[in-house]
């Protein structure tokens, strides 16, 4: 079996739960205040091991409270830690979330996540078959250096270009697999994809994103399912008939689980079913990072 290895963002997600979203000015009663590990990166690292694949993850914590508390969550979890790095100079990166009605509103603060850097990613093992994954909590020279060894060693990179952020369009090339959700495909796309948006117009602006014939695109469109540009064919699953708790790291499910598929020998089309499954389990409960589904869970619903 393949392993994954994740470059990416750890934070402390700083949880608040209210019956809805202030206003902009408006203070509202919240209903409960949790401490719960989060960040793209950790996200994705936990869904993938916990889907069964050997996880490695790459990032950087602070020396302090909430740095301990992540490193403690991480190492009950059999992900290899050896390249999660402490620096003093910065704290812990923090995400205060609102939860309301099964939506979220993030501010992120990153953190150490934005000491992460090339040297990070160069010693990491990385052998033909394997997955890396990275996210947009973390530089985007570390991405790269991280992407252009991958690709060296003759691994797959997926990209989950989030949040949207500026970067070159051979950037994006450098990802074998762009897995984004619409409004992310709307900032790269340069144009406005929303809900409403019918599959024909998201299909056009992900075909306008590919670098050539054969970068995966998938764009998860929340209780929509996804769409998948495989090979120039358009794919399109809906998504399961759930009723959303908190959405938060459901898209990082997603990211994880097609990575552990794939690194299990899954082709693209089995592990994208496989990962909109685990995301709408994921999105059933409180939290990210404790939130992301077992083994057993899926087969359940397969
Ligand atoms: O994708 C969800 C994650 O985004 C949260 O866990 C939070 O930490 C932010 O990074």
Do not use: W
């Amino acid at each position: 079996m393949n392993s994954v290895v994740v470059a990416g963002s750890i934070n402390m997600d700083v949880v608040t739960t209210a019956d809805r979203h202030p206003k902009i000015g408006e203070t509202v009663a919240g209903r409960k205040v949790l401490f719960l590990p989060g960040g793209k990166g950790a996200n994705q690292a936990i869904a993938a091991s916990r889907l069964g694949a050997p996880t490695t993850l790459i990032g950087c914590i602070g020396r302090d409270a909430f740095g301990g508390d992540l490193r403690s969550f991480l190492a009950a979890t059999k992900i290899d830690l050896t390249f999660l790095r402490e620096t003093a100079d910065a704290g812990t990166g923090t995400a205060i979330i609102t939860v309301a009605g099964g939506d979220n509103v993030i501010v992120v603060v990153p953190g150490a996540n934005a000491d992460v850097n090339a040297d990070d990613v160069a010693a990491p093992p990385l052998a033909a078959g394997d997955i890396a994954v990275s996210q947009f909590e973390i530089p985007q020279p570390a991405i790269k250096a991280f992407f252009e060894r991958a690709r060296a060693a003759h691994a797959t990179t997926i990209l989950n270009p989030a949040p949207a952020l500026p970067c070159d369009r051979e950037f994006l090339n450098l990802a074998d697999i762009l897995i984004l959700n619409e409004t992310e495909l709307g900032f790269f796309a340069g144009t406005n994809i929303g809900p409403a948006d019918d599959p024909a117009t998201i299909i056009a602006a992900a075909r306008s994103l590919r670098s050539d014939s054969d970068q995966i695109i998938c764009v998860t469109l929340g209780a929509r399912g996804f769409i998948a540009l495989t090979r120039g064919e358009a794919h399109i699953e809906p998504g399961r008939a759930i009723t959303a708790v908190d959405t938060t790291g459901a898209g990082d499910c997603f990211v994880g689980a097609v990575a552990a598929q794939l690194a299990q020998g899954s082709s693209i089309r089995e592990a994208l079913h496989y990962a909109n499954v685990a995301a709408s389990i994921c999105a059933q409960r409180l939290g990210a990072a404790p939130s992301m589904p077992s083994v057993d869970e899926i087969a359940a619903y397969l």
